[in-house]
């Protein structure tokens, strides 16, 4: 027998395997020159004080556990944002606290609703937590019809402005949802609002049951720091707290927090990165369109464009062979679009001459 495989029916463990379809990330090209655009990553370094921050950082200090409470990078988010330090969550990446969010308020038999064009993470977390769920349809303008989330059901969450579509839903709307909500916890996923749309983070005085997500790797350069953060109300606070307790008491290291609160203490950089980040964008609105390409109308740092006559599919692999990537999906309607994130306004300028050039070629 050596050599050889067990038969099956020796390996009962098979059988009490969590088997899960896993979300899979754009891709992490290594070496070489590229041109990224895939991830929605920041071009722009982070703020100053966050080098400061980890040349200041003695390996010594590695030697104890953090703070589990991560009180420091908190009670920079509270003055920056004028919340109480009890309406705040943080965590590793807006994922685990999107995933700790869904573990800890998507309790019911009910469905959890969110739309069918959005952050493909949502519906793993569901099937990973055993979550029933189902989605609302966009409308032909990939737009969130709130009328749709009027209905029974175990808690609403959506990405505003949306992603892959960067739909910007109006707060008003927003708040619509929350009236015909007010039983379950309703999410608002706001990875991308820092590049022009409005926060529901006004709306926490009138709704308890809101929960707003925010994270530190698009607006402010951080993605490979892992840091996300939650606004609620303290009783929401509570409850996701009490389950991260009961699963991973320190979730953010010591470099994480330090980083987070230096980067949170410059309001003037931030304000200046975002604002040549939707400058590019809404140049490239121009650039693309006068290229024969449509696209929502974006409020996020990407861009999702389909063109009048080629496929994205191929588009999306010249650009590759290029050494320009950019996010392409598979699955109805989305794949006729590429997600292009914003870059530096040099990185666009080789992204629109390889277009030109390719378009003009075909032709
Ligand atoms: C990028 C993104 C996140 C997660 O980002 P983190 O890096 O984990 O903070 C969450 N939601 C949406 C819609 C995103 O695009």
Redesign the pocket.
């Known amino acids: 027998m050596t050599g050889q495989k067990e038969p099956a029916a020796v390996r009962a463990w098979e059988q009490n395997i969590r088997r899960v379809t896993p979300y899979v990330p754009g891709e992490q090209p290594q070496g070489g020159r590229l041109i990224k655009l895939n991830t929605?990553e920041n071009p722009y370094p982070p703020a100053p004080g966050v080098a400061e921050a980890l040349r200041k950082l003695d390996a010594g200090m590695l030697r104890k556990y953090p703070d589990p409470a991560a009180s420091a990078l908190v009670k920079a988010l509270a003055e920056a944002y004028g919340l109480a330090s009890e309406q705040i969550f943080v965590g590793v990446?807006?994922?685990?606290v999107?995933g700790m969010a869904f573990l800890t308020f998507f309790n019911s038999e009910r469905p959890v609703l969110f739309p069918d064009v959005t952050?493909s993470?949502y519906p793993v977390w569901a099937e990973l937590f055993g979550i029933p769920y189902e989605t609302c349809p966009l409308d032909a303008a990939f737009a969130i019809d709130p009328r749709d989330y009027d209905r029974e059901n175990g808690g609403v969450v959506f990405?505003n402005p949306n992603?892959p579509t960067g739909c910007f839903l109006p707060l008003r709307q927003v708040e619509d949802i929350l009236r015909h909500n007010r039983d379950v916890v309703v999410i608002v996923?706001e990875?991308?609002i820092d590049f022009g749309g409005e926060s529901a983070r006004s709306l926490l005085d009138r709704y308890e049951n809101l929960l707003v997500v925010q994270?530190?790797?698009?607006s402010r350069s951080m993605?490979g720091m892992?840091i996300?953060y939650a606004f609620g109300s303290p009783e929401l606070i509570k409850a996701m707290q009490d389950v991260k307790y009961s699963y991973n008491s320190y979730t953010m290291s010591l470099p994480a927090v330090l980083a987070g609160e230096a980067a949170v203490r410059d309001q003037e950089y931030f304000k200046e990165t975002v604002g040549k980040i939707t400058a590019t964008r809404e140049n490239a609105k121009k650039r693309l369109a006068a290229m024969g390409f449509t696209f929502p109308d974006s409020m996020a740092n990407f861009l999702f464009i389909r063109h009048r006559t080629v496929p994205a599919k191929e588009l999306y692999e010249a650009l590759r062979a290029g050494r320009i990537y950019v996010r392409y999906f598979t699955g109805p309607r989305v794949c006729d679009y590429l997600r292009v994130t914003v870059g530096t306004d040099e990185e666009m300028e080789e992204l629109y001459r390889f277009l030109e050039e390719y378009l003009a070629a075909r032709d």
């Open positions: 929605n990446g807006s994922d685990d999107l952050y993470f990405p992603a996923d990875a991308y994270t530190f790797s698009k993605a892992r996300g």
